[in-house]
């Protein structure tokens, strides 16, 4: 590196993998808690589970008097991730489903009733930086109408990709 006015000068740089949260969350006035997911990431779903429980802890271990998820500005990430998020919420019903191209391609990802579903009241916010999966977790929470979904109109890229290997 040459800094102005300075002598050229070497640094030795060290890659490193970088591992960052994707939930935050915190217990507001109340009972009511309030999560924000960034970005789909791959243990996003169970830190949604940890974030949860941390807030039931942080509210006497009470149940929440009601919940926010906070996608804004959250880009999407992990089609698996979303649907384990979307999961922790719903009882049963469609998540997503994926139509190919091909035949035999299609596929539904339906919740599966488990012990600890969280069923206090939610609000999902969104806004135009909302894209992919975070949409999916939106849709599949206000189709099931188990939130409300307040904001601005998202991204509009509720899609899925696959990457293809090629010889």
Do not use: C, W
């Not at 942080?58 to 804004?72: A, Y």
């Not at 922790?88 to 599966?112: C, H, M, P």
């Not at 999916?136 to 991204?155: C, H, M, N, P, W």
């Amino acid at each position: 590196l040459i800094r102005e006015g300075g002598q050229p000068f070497d640094v030795e740089l060290k890659r490193a993998i970088i591992k960052t949260k994707s939930v935050k969350s915190q217990l507001l006035e109340g009972d009511y808690g309030y999560i924000r997911i960034s970005q789909f990431q791959i243990n996003t779903g169970e830190e949604v589970g940890k974030a949860l429980a941390s807030l039931k802890k942080d509210n006497g271990g009470k149940k929440l008097g009601g919940l926010v998820l906070d996608l804004r500005n959250n880009p999407g990430g992990l089609l698996d991730q979303a649907v384990s998020v979307s999961d922790t919420f719903l009882d049963k019903g469609v998540i997503v489903s994926i139509k190919g191209r091909r035949d035999n391609t299609d596929r539904v990802y339906e919740a599966k009733k488990q012990s600890d579903d969280i069923h206090a009241p939610m609000v999902v916010l969104i806004n135009a930086g909302s894209a992919s999966a975070s949409e999916i977790v939106a849709g599949a929470l206000r189709d099931q109408k188990r939130a409300l979904t307040v904001g601005e109109r998202s991204f509009g890229k509720g899609s899925v990709q696959n990457i293809i290997p090629l010889s």
